[in-house]
């Protein structure tokens, strides 16, 4: 196979929002496949899918997106992830592979996997890749490269499959790894899911905090607030069911933070400077590591842009004579 054939002939997307049309605008981009077909939950999505023209044909149902593809990407809240594979099961071409996007993966592999028939290639998949937009409008083809996409086929997956589903994410961009869909749910639930629910606390707090005013919370928050304000603003539906079905390892997660917090709490209230600065420094190391692997910019503040300094007073010699 030539290095830009097509992976699979025929793409059928159930659910078109920030992830969806991304991987829609991305496989189109890319030649990874030859036709789109997508669809979504309501009438105003499916309409606006077609005017943005993200696939060659945009069908009513699920089960009738299904119909002739040999790579299906369930694109949807994992909370309907069941209900959407329910409807597709009956309506899927024997061998094709059927792969989702959700952030969660055992809960998506046990509500799933009952649904779908045998001669069919089931391979769960999580891109690590988003913002906190959502929706057809909100995705962009660039959105997978050198990100991660993390697969968890069920032992004794067709290997052929995946490494055609591996292909695809490459050619989007993307690199691929493997791991059990326990493992993925542990690893996120500390690198995503608890950071996620920090930063919908701290701002919540904040919002409370009787004494500040909510202008003077909004008007310093360069002082770090904004930053969590960015990940509190991720889709709600989304998260909601992030952190209803990936419970236990957020639980687990959560009880090792808080002693962790405690011990930092300990170390302010005792005046242990040097325990906060070696915690700090370490910490310090860690986001220098994320910047050399590539996962992140070395620009300060994100990269922002900043605003230029005030008008100066003019160098000397064109400076006015009435000073
Ligand atoms: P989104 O922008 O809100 O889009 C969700 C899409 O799913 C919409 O097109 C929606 O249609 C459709 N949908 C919902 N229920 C459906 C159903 N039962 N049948 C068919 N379509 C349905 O969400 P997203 O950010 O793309 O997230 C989708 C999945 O990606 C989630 O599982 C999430 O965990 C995962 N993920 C998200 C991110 C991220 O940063 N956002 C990153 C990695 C993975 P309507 O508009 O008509 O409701």
Known sequence: ????APIFECLALIGTGLIGSSIARAARESGAVKTIVATARSETTRRRVAELRLADKVADTNAAAVEDAD????????????????????HLKPGAVISDVGSVKSAVVADMAPHLPKGVHFIPAHPVAGTEHSGPDAG?????????CILTP????????????AAFWRRLGAN??????????LVLAITSHL???IAYTIVG???????????EVLQFSAGGFRDFTRIAASDPTMWRDVFLTNKDAVLEMLGRFNEDLSVLTRAIRNGEGEKLFEHFAHTRAIRRGIVEIGQDSAAPDFGRPHARLPDAPLPRPYASNDD
């Open 1 to 4: 196979m030539s290095k830009d």
């Open 71 to 90: 790579l299906v990407i369930v694109c949807i809240p994992v909370g309907q992830s069941g209900a959407a594979a329910k409807d597709i099961g009956a």
């Open 140 to 148: 962009f083809a660039e959105l997978f490269v050198n990100r991660w």
């Open 154 to 165: 069920p032992e004794g997956t067709d290997r052929d499959a995946v490494a055609r589903l």
């Open 176 to 185: 691929v790894d493997s791991m059990s869909p326990e493992h993925h749910d």
């Open 195 to 197: 950071p996620h629910l």
């Open 205 to 215: 707090t904040a919002d409370e905090f009787s004494n500040v005013t909510r202008s």
